[in-house]
């Protein structure tokens, strides 16, 4: 059991690979606004498409 401890404290105390985990959160951030932005201005294109075909015909 003391063992677990152990490597429970060192996990908690050890910084390596903080930046990585850093990393790749801003990794996901950038790529939900990415998404977001995407869908936004695909949503506003297609309805200005849709309105011209439809005005026309």
């Known amino acids: 059991m003391e063992r677990a401890w152990m490597f429970v404290r060192r996990l908690v105390q050890a910084d390596r690979g ?3 985990i850093e ?3 801003l990794a ?3 790529a939900v606004v ?4 995407v ?6 294109v297609r309805d200005v498409l849709w309105n011209t075909i439809v005005n026309n015909f």
Do not use: E
Request: charged share 5%.
């Open 28 to 30: 996901a951030l950038i």
């Open 23 to 25: 990393y790749a959160m």
């Open 34 to 37: 990415a998404v977001t932005a």
């Open 18 to 20: 903080q930046d990585l």
């Open 39 to 44: 869908t936004t201005l695909g949503i506003q």
